[in-house]
């Protein structure tokens, strides 16, 4: 079974940055694309970026174009979401994915194994 762990969330200032990892333990999602999404207090999970398997093709939300980006090392099996120029509006719970498939995908019904999440706080 899949186990993915994400680690890299915390509280920073507006205009700062962060880096998300999610580390796939189990080493399942090599041939799948995979995704970051979030969820804020109230609101609905929202999509955030997506990858490929081979990490040549990116997918991000309006929102987050321009300042964040998501990458993968397969050879450590593990997924980023570099996020720069964070604003308070990014707070959230972020979490990481495999996709069904190799390709990309922007909804949760798309992803089949999902981390615990962490936990994404920016301050005015």
């Known amino acids: 079974q899949v186990q993915l762990v994400e680690s890299g969330g915390g509280a920073v200032q507006a205009g700062g940055s962060l880096r998300l990892s999610c580390a796939d333990s189990?080493?399942?999602?090599?041939?799948?694309?995979m995704g970051w999404f979030r969820q804020a207090p109230g609101k609905e999970r929202e999509f955030v970026a997506t990858i490929t398997w081979r990490g040549d093709i990116k997918r991000y939300a309006d929102s987050v174009t321009g300042r964040f980006t998501i990458s993968r090392d397969r050879s450590k099996n593990t997924l980023y979401l570099q996020m720069n120029n964070l604003k308070p509006e990014d707070t959230a719970v972020y979490y990481c994915?495999?996709?069904?498939?190799?390709?990309?995908?922007?909804?949760?019904?798309?992803?089949?194994?999902w981390g615990q999440g962490t936990q994404v706080t920016v301050s005015s």
């Open positions: 189990k080493r399942t999602s090599s041939n799948n694309g």
């Open positions: 994915a495999v996709a069904r498939g190799a390709s990309t995908a922007e909804t949760a019904t798309s992803y089949t194994y």
